[in-house]
């Protein structure tokens, strides 16, 4: 009896959770992890890039002038800031690192030159470095502390305009050839690792650009603002200036007389939007003033929309409230507020066209213009139930807006609100709430590959999580899902970088870089998606490399005699634990090693599964008495994604209640050259039958009776010249199985992902065809 024959091509349903893994259509996926579909295809997922040449230049960092060899003071900062110096942070001299790994008067660091060293002090005021033995070379503090905002500066001429980054304190721009980060200004910021940065621009009439910031921290009640507050800040030019303290530079809604400021005012605002020529504000912090100390009441508005007049948002009476006139005869111009017949707080807004679209937190809403300059909005209800629960997670279309809800992917089309997630109707309870982890998903939409981006935090992972560890990828155009593994806390866009050339694109080798050099998403002033990490690294998203770029570095390292080595990596935000799979445990790739030689040897520029977490600050690896001794001084680690990829349950003759046998499958695959040191690019395809969860892998090995490797090669074959040359291969793997079902896993085992020539290969399904044959029903 001849094999039955079915091809499952092209593939575009995706992940798809909301119905038995035997009932979903023959191209999804009941698990789809480090993968996603791409017009027709399954692709492995996007790599990054480093911002600049090197680690140093990706993250965020300040200059403190050129070395002395004398103390040099770090930054002034805040009192809820001090000590300014913390263990995890870095300095830099040349190419020197010194890592900051205790703290006191007078310690050391750890040097990556013998003949350097930096000493710190974190009891003086101001914190100090000094350096002896390096040359008068530029210092630079890397404070290590979480991205938190990303924006774009409409400055400057055509798809060239600057990136700016904000921490929890400072911020920064990205400037130079080959660039780097530097600071902004001398503005700092107090709030804490919840704090995310709402940024716009603004365009007066008169031609004056101004980019307006705020963290929306805050302190509520009497005697505030406090010392730990953050007013909103904007920038004009390249100075940073406070809208709180002063009449020309406030956002004072009603005039007086008071000594500190011309009336009651607004402290913050969780958004901040320009429409139709007017700034607005929604979700207010606003302070009564009501003595002439400038001390007041802080009350928070949750459901108020405030707006300036029809001009610019600087001018001096540009928020007075109607009929209202202050002591120097400036008459209201049009300011006012509006609140929503709700009590729920404003969570988001996005624009769709020229309407503003208001997310509250189980409802949304419309601020609609009337064109009346007395009361220019009115408020819309659009819908009852669903509304957004993460600030940043609201992705603006042409036609509709994406947010995360807490019951769902909402998607809005300024008439109605639906659910968009119905294959993965699940998942949304998977995003962490408690500790307020609903506040760190934040989206960012790709234009090149047609896909929406979220980043958010399982409450599957690790308890000692505290950042994004997933990312949720909706292609838009076939309506697909997929998750990916990361930690990204922010997203945002990037038109500065040069064209990537060879010396540049590091870390990647040749294998790992799989873009053609007219590839227009390397060329310069490309629109391109950067994000920012827990430690300050920013990098760039590139869909053409097949690794993670080195974004977290190492601050210390402890040997023990059975070979088992603890990394120090603040904030590492890695997991020890398998959740969804066997294969999901998280693997690291360290380079830029520095230290004793036989540190060097075993460690640079290998692979290591994360043996166990000791903390949210340390892990372990497991060298298998390899290392047992040796000095550390410095290094970076990458995370190693695997491709996890779970196909439905099938058996082309449920119909007829029997059961299937599958002879092999043909895989057409994308080619990938073959890798180096010898090893071809390839993947396990494991196999599972009957609805089972049993390993026919594992079971054979156990049992010894397995047959054949289940390894998919995705290199040409040595046996077929013809194949180097050909861009699809069609490569066989031989199962000889039977079951009610049977079931596909693709995925890199523990050896290939030890093995960075296989790990870090870039990998593409475009199609399979399974030989099969119906068998006996099931009670025969």
Not at 663 to 676: G, M, P, S, T
């Amino acid at each position: 009896m001849p094999f039955d024959r079915f091809l499952i091509s092209p593939i575009n349903t995706g992940l798809q959770t909301n119905t038995r893994p035997w009932q979903i259509l023959d191209d999804a996926f009941s698990y789809l992890q480090n993968a996603y579909v791409f017009r027709g295809r399954v692709k492995k997922r996007f790599g990054s890039l480093l911002m600049g040449t090197s680690p140093l230049q990706s993250r965020l960092r300040i200059s403190l002038g050129n070395n002395t060899n004398a103390a040099m003071n770090l930054p002034a900062n805040t009192a809820s800031h001090t000590p300014q110096l913390a263990l995890g942070q870095m300095f830099s001299l040349g190419a020197d690192t010194f890592q900051v790994y205790q703290l006191g008067a007078g310690v050391a660091t750890l040097s990556t030159n013998a003949g350097v060293s930096a000493v710190i002090d974190s009891t003086a005021i101001p914190n100090t470095v000094t350096f002896t033995g390096g040359a008068a070379s530029p210092v630079y503090w890397y404070p290590s502390l979480p991205v938190m905002g990303i924006t774009q500066y409409l400055t400057g001429a055509v798809n060239n305009h600057p990136t700016y980054a904000f921490d929890t304190e400072f911020v920064y721009i990205f400037s130079g050839s080959p660039g780097s980060w530097s600071r902004s200004g001398t503005a700092v910021w107090k709030g804490n690792n919840l704090n995310y940065f709402w940024a716009t621009n603004w365009t007066s009439v008169a031609g004056d650009l101004i980019l307006f910031v705020s963290n929306f921290n805050y302190t509520l009640g009497a005697g505030v603002p406090a010392a730990t507050d953050d007013p909103i800040w904007y920038l004009n030019g390249s100075t940073w200036t406070p809208m709180l303290g002063s009449t020309t530079d406030g956002i004072f809604f009603l005039p007086g007389g008071g000594a500190v400021a011309a009336g009651p005012f607004v402290q913050t605002a969780r958004i901040i939007v320009p429409f139709r020529n007017r700034l607005v504000l929604l979700n207010t912090i606003e302070n009564n003033n009501s003595s002439t100390t400038g001390t007041g009441t802080a009350t928070q508005y949750p459901n108020r929309a405030r707006f300036c007049f029809n001009g610019s948002p600087l001018a001096v009476n540009a928020w007075y409230e109607p009929n209202q006139v202050d002591a120097s005869g400036n008459v209201a111009k049009g300011g006012g507020f509006l609140d929503a017949y709700t009590d729920e707080q404003i969570i988001s807004a996005q624009f769709i066209k020229d309407r503003l679209i208001v997310y509250f937190e189980r409802s949304t809403w419309e601020l609609a213009y009337t064109g009346s300059e007395i009361l220019p909005f009115i408020w819309n209800k659009l819908n009852t139930e669903l509304g957004s629960q993460s600030t940043f997670s609201s992705i603006p279309f042409d036609k509709s807006i994406l947010t995360i809800g807490n019951t769902g992917v909402h998607g809005c089309n300024g008439s109605n609100v639906l659910r968009i997630d119905d294959k993965i109707p699940d998942e949304i309870f998977e995003f962490e709430s408690k500790a307020n982890g609903n506040l760190r998903t934040v989206g960012v939409r790709d234009y090149y590959n047609e896909l929406a981006i979220w980043t958010f935090v399982s409450d599957l992972e690790e308890p000692t999580q505290t950042y994004p560890n997933q990312v949720l990828i909706y292609n838009y155009k076939n309506d697909s899902w997929a998750l990916f593994d990361d930690c990204f806390t922010f997203f945002g866009y990037f038109e500065q970088q040069q064209d990537t050339t060879w010396a540049s694109s590091a870390p990647q080798t040749w294998e790992q870089s799989n873009y053609q050099w007219n590839n227009g998403n390397i060329q310069a002033n490309q629109r391109q998606i950067v994000a920012g990490n827990q430690q300050g690294y920013v990098l760039r998203l590139a869909d053409d490399i097949s690794r993670n770029a080195a974004s977290l570095t190492i601050t210390n390292m402890a040997f023990a005699a059975s070979g088992i080595v603890t990394l120090t990596i603040y904030n590492h935000n890695l997991s020890a634990t398998a959740v969804e799979t066997p294969n999901d445990m998280d693997y690291i790739y360290l380079e830029n090693i520095t230290g004793s030689a036989p540190v060097i040897a075993a460690l640079n520029n290998t692979i290591f599964q994360v043996w166990t977490v000791v903390n949210a600050n340390t892990i372990t690896i497991n060298t298998f008495g390899l290392l047992t001794s040796g000095t550390f001084t410095g290094g970076t680690a990458a995370r190693v994604s695997n491709v996890q990829i779970m196909t439905k349950q099938f058996n082309p003759y449920v119909d007829q209640d029997r059961n299937v046998f599958i002879h092999r499958i043909d895989f057409l695959v994308q080619n990938v050259e073959a890798a180096q040191n010898g090893q071809t690019a390839q993947i396990t395809v494991d196999y599972f039958p009957s609805s089972s969860d049993v390993s026919m892998i594992a079971t054979g090995v156990e049992s010894t009776s397995i047959m054949g490797t289940s390894v998919l090669e995705t290199s040409p074959y040595a046996l077929y010249p013809l194949e180097v040359y050909q861009e699809t291969l069609t490569h066989p793997v031989y199962f000889q199985t039977t079951g009610t079902f049977v079931q596909f896993s693709l995925y890199f085992n523990n050896f290939q992902m030890l093995t960075p020539e296989i790990a870090f290969a870039d990998f593409e399904l475009q199609g399979f065809v399974m030989y099969t044959k119906p068998t006996a029903a099931r009670l025969q």
